[in-house]
Structure formats: C-alpha cells, structure tokens
C-alpha cells in the first residue's frame, strides 16, 4: 500500500534560516506528491505539489522536487519567517486518496 | 470566494449521543472527502462521496459511523453512540475534478469533536 515518511518534529529554527523537511513516501504506481501546510485551529492548506517525476514544486518560498529514484519530495525554503510556524504535510495521491504523513512540527523564532 | 465550510467548528458531546457533522463543498466541486486526524497523528481518509453516491468508504469504521453527500444541502457525517476513542478533528475536503490524483483537494478548517 501507499505510505508517506516524513521527519519528526518538532523543529525550531530562528528567522531566516534554512529549513528542510524530509520526506519519503512508497507507493505502487505514480503518484502526485504534495505538501500541506496547517495553521494552529486551521484547516490544511496546498502549499505545493508535484505530478511526475523531476517535476518542482513551488510556492512562498517553499520548494520541493519529484525524485522518483530516492523516492522523495523533500521541503525546503532558503530564509524562513515567524509566520512560516505550522505544522507541514507531505501527502500523495493516487487517483483520489490522499495518504499523509505524521505531520512535522516548525517553529520559528525572532 | 467561499471555501470548504464545515459546522459546526467544535462539537462535545457525551458517550452514546450522536454527532453530526457537517461540510459544504466549494462552489462547483460535486466531490467530498472525509478524513480524520487523531491528536499527534496525519490526517487518514475515511470516506469518498460523489453527489448521492458513496464512491470509496473504505477507511470508515465498520459500525456507528456513516456518510452521505444528498442532492440538495451539504455532506453529512454522522457517528452514533460515541466513544471516547472517536475524539478527534473531523475534515472535509472538496474538489472539482474527476477523482484523479492531479485535482487538489481544498480542506475545510475540520470540526473538532470531544467526547465527554
């Protein structure tokens, strides 16, 4: 079956640093790969997404590649803000079944 | 601009009484997906809905809990006799296309139920 590995948190970094987040996942075909971002008391928002292999997703700041060959779409952003402090999801999808990580925990201090 | 909007935002009740959970698709989106996050813990899909149709119910329990997306007015979800164990942040999530894995789902802000 479908399963997504990303890193545990939490994370804390201080303002304009570099974050990654780590992220694997294993599926049985080719799925759209994504990250998710949750705001306290919020629901989930798109933050980015992949469809194929090589493919970059991008938004924010925030970027993640498509590799098909370390089964990966791990997250990064050069310089993050105090309003980068969420909980962020990878997740991928084939057909219409979203499978989710566990969530990894960032906060970012002034 | 409305977006996926679930009600009620909190929800308690008591052991054996009934939820009823509520979410209304974007405009123009006839697909709905459940999924529930356990504290601590990703979200995992439930229930997949087309307008009158139950598409995909496999991550639903077997007992108490059900799904429907009527013609007319918003999806339900519905648990009887909660538990303790059922606690949790329900979401929906909604979009336009065909089920294929390039549509993005958009995610309502969840319900968050609490069983006393």
């Known amino acids: 079956g479908n399963s997504v590995t990303q890193m545990e948190g939490p994370v804390t970094l201080s303002e304009e640093a570099f974050l990654t987040i780590n992220c694997t996942y294993t599926a049985t075909g080719y799925p759209s790969l994504f990250w998710y971002v949750q705001y306290p008391g919020e629901g989930l928002q798109l933050l980015l997404k992949?469809?194929?292999?090589?493919d970059k997703g991008s938004n924010k700041g925030f970027e993640a590649t498509y590799r098909k060959e370390t089964t990966s779409f791990h997250l990064e952003k050069g310089s993050v803000q105090v309003s980068d402090s969420a909980v962020y999801f990878c997740?991928?999808?084939?057909?219409?079944?979203?499978?989710f990580g566990a969530g990894t925990t960032v906060t970012v201090r002034a | 601009n409305a977006g996926v909007m679930q009600n009620p935002r909190h929800l308690v009740r008591r052991r054996g009484q009934e939820a009823r959970l509520r979410c209304s698709p974007m405009?123009?989106?006839?697909?709905v997906y459940w999924y529930r996050q356990l504290p601590e813990e990703g979200l995992k899909f439930m229930v997949y809905?087309?307008?009158?149709?139950?598409?995909?119910e496999s991550g639903m329990p077997k007992e108490r809990f059900s799904a429907e997306f009527p013609k007319e007015g918003p999806s339900i979800l519905r648990i009887q006799q909660v538990v303790r164990g059922d606690s949790a942040a329900y979401f929906c999530?909604?979009?336009?296309?065909?089920?294929?894995?390039?549509?993005?789902?958009?995610f309502g802000d969840g319900t968050r139920l609490s069983i006393l």
């Open positions: 999530a909604s979009s336009l296309g065909q089920g294929e894995s390039n549509q993005p789902q958009h």
């Open positions: 809905l087309q307008k009158e149709n139950i598409i995909d």
């Open positions: 405009k123009g989106h006839s697909h």
């Open positions: 997740a991928l999808s084939e057909y219409y079944k979203l499978s």
């Open positions: 992949a469809t194929k292999a090589d």
